[in-house]
């Protein structure tokens, strides 16, 4: 038996990402198209932003609703801003000064239908966003982020879903048994669904780490420690999946110079800086309290 499914295994077709009944988007009225990964940038935000509202409900709280609101509105915009910026700076720099000239919205760097979004852009733009708020707040910028941090995979799995959804950012050749054929792919040879495994690695598998440590540990009174084991995850797992993931054919020398891709480099420091706050989080004592006295007023 275990020679015959051996056989069939090795003898297997790829599977045909267009006979899975996939699309990327709804059709609305109009010809306009609602697209998945629209959707899943507003419902990784609504979602996170439900559940820090639950968060700040909690004891320990370091901040209050009004704060969660500021960073909802703050948040999105460093996201779409960094994300955008991140890509052309890291990736594609000729964004900047490229322009379509026949299409209503001609520079190219404001076309985001096109695709184009970095993950460590929109993690710089959060960043400053938590900034802006903690400072305009009073708040404890660290304990900010470990809130906000634990809310991220939310986004990440939904956004890879749509990768998925779409049939882009696929993966490299290969012969396993869930290879698959991808319609944009010039070679149309069976390669790793690598979008699953992001979805599974840098959303589910951080969402079954952090929502355990927020509610089931007191790991929320140690700032840092969240945000930390975030970094180290989310970095990691995109160190991880680059091995599976197809370059970008402009950034491919690259991994034929370096035997690493763009994102592993960027992923490097992001470990160091992570396992850095997490070995500081658990060598100062946990805090007590709510949070500062604005945040403490603000809830009152």
């Known amino acids: 038996m275990l020679s015959f499914l051996t056989d069939v295994l090795a003898t297997a077709q790829p599977i045909q990402w267009s006979e899975l009944g996939l699309r990327d988007g709804i059709e609305l009225f109009g010809g306009f198209k609602l697209r998945f990964y629209s959707l899943a940038y507003l419902g990784g935000i609504l979602l996170g932003y439900w559940h820090l509202t639950k968060m700040i409900k909690a004891p320990g ?11 909802f509105f703050y948040a999105t915009l460093g996201i779409i801003l960094g994300g955008r910026l991140g890509y052309a700076a890291f990736y ?3 964004l900047f000064t490229g322009f ?17 979004m970095s993950f460590h852009g929109g993690v710089i733009g959060v960043l400053l966003a938590i900034t802006w708020v903690a400072v305009r707040g009073g708040l404890n910028w660290l304990r900010i982020c470990d809130y906000i941090a634990v809310n991220v995979p939310f986004g990440m ?13 696929y993966g490299r050749p290969t012969d396993v048994p869930w290879a698959m054929v991808f319609p944009t792919d010039p070679l149309q040879v069976g390669r790793h669904p690598s979008q699953l495994y992001q979805a599974g690695l840098e959303g589910l598998l951080l969402i079954v780490i952090l929502l355990p440590l927020f509610w ?15 970094t180290i995850g989310v970095a990691g797992a995109r160190f991880v999946n680059e091995f599976f993931r197809e370059p970008d054919a402009y950034l491919a020398y690259v991994v034929t110079e370096t035997g690493l891709s763009r994102g592993q480099w960027l992923s490097l ?7 850095t706050v997490v070995v500081y989080a658990l060598m100062k004592p946990p805090v007590v309290g709510a949070g500062t006295k604005q945040a403490k007023s603000a809830a009152a």
């Open 216 to 230: 089931k540990t007191r790991a929320r009174y140690r700032p840092g420690l969240l945000v930390g084991v975030f």
């Open 61 to 71: 709280a370091p901040m209050a609703q009004q704060h969660a609101e500021d960073l």
């Open 92 to 94: 594609k720099p000729e």
């Open 157 to 169: 799995f939904f956004g890879r879903l749509a990768n998925f959804m779409n049939g882009e950012l």
């Open 100 to 116: 379509t000239d026949s299409e209503f919205i001609s520079w190219d760097l404001l076309r985001l239908w096109d695709g184009g």
């Open 269 to 275: 420091p992001m470990i160091a800086v992570g396992i």
